[in-house]
């Protein structure tokens, strides 16, 4: 596609599940960033890759949240044994050079 | 204390008004910054990159100073479409990500 295409839009999900949440970056940009952003706030930084490799997890809250993208292209953000304090919404972005990045329209996780 | 830093606002200003927003970085290791606008639900987009001699594009104009590490924007002439979220961003050199501030709200007004 065009632009940045995330995956699911909306997720609701119960206390203790675990979600996964699919970004497919746009096509041949090498760097893939997740971001969560919570209402009324900037973007806050979790992770990112360039190309399949991880280059920055410290972001990450904890260890129950990671991210993987195994061939350079999708991504897919996990967070296990979800809280209510994980609800956001969560903003892939991706990036053909280091400093332009364009953001998908978001993952709104409501955890209940 | 963040590490870019934003009047929240809200600014709320009438059609026609020259309106500015300043934003602070704590990281004098920062070298690159932009201005990224965000209208209500949607994502963020990259309004302008900020350059050390000062940019301007068409009613906007951005500055950085690095002597006290601070980055406006300034909007003339301000449009009823103007209205939006700015977002402050700084980033280091190298490979490291973005780091956005709150960003300042603008509300302009017919």
């Known amino acids: 596609g065009a632009g940045v295409s995330q995956s699911p839009r909306y997720k609701v999900t119960k206390r203790g599940q675990d979600v996964a949440l699919r970004c497919d970056p746009i096509?041949?940009?090498?760097?893939l960033y997740w971001y969560r952003q919570a209402l009324g706030q900037g973007p806050e930084f979790l992770t990112y890759?360039?190309?399949?490799?991880?280059?920055?997890k410290s972001g990450l809250p904890n260890d129950r949240f990671s991210a993987e993208r195994p061939e350079g292209s999708i991504s897919t953000l996990t967070i296990q044994r979800t809280e209510q304090r994980d609800s956001a919404m969560y903003r892939c972005?991706?990036?053909?050079?280091?400093?332009?990045?364009?953001f998908g329209e978001g993952s709104w996780l409501t955890v209940v | 204390r963040k590490e870019v830093e934003q009047d929240p606002g809200p600014f709320n200003v009438p059609e026609g008004a020259t309106v500015a927003f300043n934003c602070t970085y704590s990281?004098?290791?920062?070298?690159?910054f932009f201005w990224y606008r965000q209208d209500c639900r949607k994502e963020p987009k990259l309004l302008m990159s900020?350059?050390?001699s000062g940019n301007e594009d068409g009613r906007f104009t951005a500055q950085l100073n690095r002597a006290s590490q601070y980055i406006s924007l300034l909007i003339r002439d301000s449009k009823l479409s103007d209205s939006a979220t700015y977002l402050c961003?700084?980033?280091?050199?190298?490979?490291?990500?973005?780091?956005f501030g709150k960003g300042t709200r603008l509300s302009v007004i017919a």
């Open positions: 990281n004098s290791a920062s070298q690159s």
């Open positions: 972005a991706s990036s053909p050079s280091r400093n332009t990045i364009y």
């Open positions: 096509s041949g940009h090498v760097s």
């Open positions: 961003v700084a980033s280091h050199s190298g490979n490291t990500p973005l780091v």
């Open positions: 900020v350059y050390s």
């Open positions: 890759f360039n190309y399949e490799a991880q280059q920055d």
